[in-house]
């Protein structure tokens, strides 16, 4: 499967945007889908993730109340609609995908195929 991020801009703090990873094609029901996020200088950060059969949702402690993770299945499509945004949200997002047990969502190496980043940028 191919993943195409995208949504990502400038976006003051306090604002919100939404970004999205489609997939190339519909085995993408076998996946679970995670955004992740890499700022510059740091380690590549788990931010959320969703099951695409059967629901489940994970979310970090930084952007859990703030952030959603949805799907849109006919159009394949799985978005992260940020709200609340603060300036250390600034990051690439990636989205990616995996077939590991939920205790390992968080963990990029366990995750196979990933999309080409987003830029977010959070600034007044």
């Known amino acids: 499967v191919q993943l195409q991020a995208s949504g990502g801009g400038l976006v003051q703090p306090g604002g919100s945007l939404k970004l999205a990873c489609e997939a190339s094609?519909?085995?993408?029901?076998?996946?679970?889908i995670g955004w992740f996020r890499q700022a510059p200088g740091k380690e590549r950060e788990f931010v959320a993730a969703?099951?695409?059969?059967?629901?489940?949702?994970l979310y970090s402690d930084s952007v859990k109340g703030r952030f959603t993770i949805f799907k849109d299945i006919p159009k394949k499509t799985v978005y992260l609609q940020m709200n609340s945004v603060r300036s250390e949200d600034t990051a690439v997002y990636y989205c990616?995908?995996?077939?590991?047990?939920?205790?390992?969502?968080?963990?990029?190496?366990?995750?196979?195929?990933w999309g080409q980043g987003t830029q977010v940028t959070v600034s007044s």
């Open positions: 990616a995908v995996t077939r590991v047990v939920r205790s390992s969502w968080s963990l990029p190496p366990q995750y196979y195929y």
């Open positions: 094609d519909h085995t993408i029901s076998t996946y679970t």
């Open positions: 969703i099951r695409w059969s059967g629901g489940g949702t």
